[in-house]
């Protein structure tokens, strides 16, 4: 059996870790698809503000912890500590 590179471990883990990306990432058009579907027979009289965040709170809180962790990727693993202490990135960090 081949041992595998460092190279080929880290590469392995990329792939791996955006795939779980891009599946939590369909997850939240399954959510909208499905929640798309009950507010139509839900509120078939109309919808309010009030009504959109009832009705598709699943994908607003999924879409929020995706972007959350997209943002911990970033943070960590993307982007350099030099460009993280620009005052730009941070204020883009800080409204996020």
């Given at each position: 059996m081949?041992?595998?590179s460092?190279?080929?471990l880290d590469?392995?883990?990329?792939?791996?870790?955006?795939?779980?990306y891009?599946?939590?990432?369909?997850?939240?058009?399954?959510?909208?698809?499905?929640?798309s579907l009950?507010?139509?027979q839900?509120?078939?009289?109309?919808i309010?503000?009030?009504?959109i965040i009832q009705g598709?709170?699943?994908?607003?809180?999924?879409?929020?912890?995706?972007?959350?962790l997209?943002?911990f990727?970033?943070e960590?693993?993307?982007?350099q500590?030099?460009?993280?202490s620009?005052?730009?990135?941070?204020?883009?960090?800080?409204?996020?």
């Amino acid at each position: 059996m081949k041992a595998f590179s460092s190279v080929q471990l880290d590469l392995l883990y990329r792939a791996f870790k955006y795939f779980v990306y891009g599946l939590l990432t369909l997850n939240i058009g399954l959510f909208f698809q499905e929640e798309s579907l009950a507010t139509q027979q839900t509120f078939s009289q109309g919808i309010t503000l009030e009504d959109i965040i009832q009705g598709f709170a699943a994908t607003i809180d999924t879409a929020a912890w995706v972007l959350l962790l997209l943002l911990f990727e970033l943070e960590t693993a993307v982007l350099q500590p030099n460009t993280l202490s620009k005052p730009r990135v941070k204020i883009s960090f800080a409204l996020i």
